[in-house]
Nanobody, 123 residues
């Protein structure tokens, strides 16, 4: 079992930066892939980025490449999503999620979820 808790969301202006945190607890974290997803009302959850906790290997979705980076701090059992040059279209609820095995884009393949944190970017 893994427990996840996001923090760091808020209201910012276009061009600003935010860093989201996903604090994890549980055993065997190095066996997990952690993904950041985002969701706006009426749409499915969209994969933003993933990181293999053990190796640190990352994937970042094309739409946010160059603006968003994902990283982890093993000592703090925390995964971060650094978001720079934010745009109004980045407005969403951001979730972190975890699964074992390979990276998958589909949200329903992830077993553990945090409660989400709202990010609002004003123009």
């Amino acid at each position: 079992q893994v427990q996840l808790a996001e923090s760091g969301g808020g209201l910012v202006q276009a061009g600003d930066s935010l860093r989201l945190s996903c604090a994890a607890s549980g055993r065997g974290l190095t066996s997990y892939v952690v993904g950041w997803f985002r969701q706006v009302p009426g749409k499915e959850r969209e994969l933003v980025a993933t990181i293999y906790w053990g190796s640190g290997s990352v994937y970042v979705q094309d739409l946010v490449t160059g603006r968003f980076t994902i990283s982890r701090d093993n000592a703090k059992s925390t995964v971060y999503l650094q978001m720079n040059s934010l745009k109004p279209e980045d407005t969403a609820v951001y979730y972190c999620a975890a699964k074992t095995g390979l990276v998958r884009r589909e949200a329903n393949k992830y077993d553990y979820w945090g409660q989400g944190t709202q990010v609002t970017v004003s123009s």
